[in-house]
């Protein structure tokens, strides 16, 4: 159905920076929303940044104003820029899309495998 696979990971310095890419693939009708998640250890997983279809987006209040969401819809990727990065932001990263399958007549949640990102002080 659709294929989310996300790169850019790593181990990074606190201050530093990465950047996260999610390429969605396979029988797509449509994408509405692409986000992106994390779960650090011990904790439940939780909203970073999403984009509408629309191209609005919403952050976490953690991450507002160091982290930057965008999307290329000929692409059909989205990515993630992290700025500023503190060891608290340490988790795996997870893209998250809202799709719907050319065989479907809804739309349904879609996940990747996640991409581990590493701050040390």
């Known amino acids: 159905q659709v294929q989310l696979v996300e790169s850019g990971g790593g181990l990074v310095q606190a201050g530093g920076s990465l950047r996260l890419s999610c390429a969605a693939s396979?029988?797509?009708?449509?994408?509405?929303?692409m986000g992106w998640y994390r779960q650090a250890p011990g904790k439940e997983r939780e909203l970073v940044a999403i984009?509408?279809?629309?191209?609005?987006?919403n952050y976490a209040d953690s991450v507002e104003g160091r982290f930057t969401i965008s999307r290329d819809n000929s692409k059909n990727t989205v990515y993630l820029q992290m700025n500023s990065l503190e060891p608290e932001d340490t988790a795996v990263y997870y893209c998250?899309?809202?799709?719907?399958?050319?065989?479907?007549?809804?739309?349904?949640?879609?996940w990747g495998r996640g991409t581990q990102v590493t701050v040390s002080s």
């Open positions: 998250n899309a809202v799709a719907r399958p050319k065989r479907l007549s809804q739309v349904q949640n879609f």
């Open positions: 396979g029988s797509i009708f449509s994408l509405n929303s």
């Open positions: 984009s509408s279809s629309g191209g609005s987006t």
